[in-house]
């Protein structure tokens, strides 16, 4: 099919807040590839359909995504996003855009831009890819495949940790709470669920520090281009 890619690929997937973005930017910096994180595409195109006000209009949505300038831009590290010449940088992150990106990723329009634009960098570069679905839909002919799970307890803690403020048990059970129903729907989504891969490797991250994780792709990955 048409995508066989030119580049070598290493394709991340795993569930949310499993370290994925981390990790294959880390892997990417040292292995001299560059780093596409296919969540920075749906999130572009969920916060315009926000600022559009169509978020919750599926067929609106399904009807201007396919004409849509949605693509990465070369940025100081790895690609940043631009959608219609705006780069929406922080904004990508906003509650708004988290609670929408999960619907908006399940529409074939939407899945479809990204999925071409994340081919497009792959024939173009040699990349780290993360995402959901990256070695099973996006490369499944991915010179290397890592799925990446932690603990619902674990990765919530992580995700605290990462906004920096203080987090009390209640909090981390809240965000267990969320990032298991959002496991479940990413799971069992009709198009592309979230799932491993047959020739994925699988890494428990829960117990292991972020150097540990990458350290083990970079072994894999020396074993993969050998």
Not at 80 to 95: F, I, K, Y
Not at 116 to 121: K, S
Not at 146 to 170: H, K, N, Y
Request: hydrophobic content about 40%; charged content about 30%.
């Amino acid at each position: 099919g048409g995508s066989a890619p030119a580049g070598r690929v290493i394709a991340v997937d795993g569930p949310a807040a499993s370290g994925k973005s981390s990790t294959a930017r880390s892997v990417a910096r040292r292995l001299g590839f560059v780093h596409v994180n296919s969540g920075l595409l749906y999130r572009a195109i969920t916060w315009w359909a926000l600022d559009r006000g169509i978020a919750g209009d599926g067929p609106a949505l399904e009807a201007a995504v396919p004409g849509l300038d949605v693509d990465f831009v070369p940025a100081r590290e790895g690609f940043d996003v631009s959608v219609e010449g705006t780069r929406p940088g922080p904004g990508l992150e906003s509650p708004e855009v988290t609670a929408r990106v999960s619907a908006v990723s399940t529409l074939p329009a939407v899945r479809d831009v990204v999925l071409e634009r994340l081919r497009r960098a792959g024939r173009r570069h040699e990349i780290v890819c993360d995402g959901r679905d990256i070695g099973t839909a996006v490369f499944p002919g991915a010179d290397l495949k890592i799925f990446l799970v932690a603990e619902a307890g674990e990765r919530s803690r992580r995700r605290l940790r990462q906004r920096g403020t203080p987090f009390t048990d209640e909090d981390v059970e809240r965000e267990t709470r969320r990032l298991e129903a959002r496991d479940r729907l990413d799971r069992s989504r009709p198009l592309s669920p979230l799932r491993r891969a047959p020739d994925a490797i699988e890494i428990d991250t829960t117990a292991m520090s972020p150097d540990q994780v990458v350290d083990a792709i970079l072994e894999l990955a020396a074993a993969a281009f050998r």
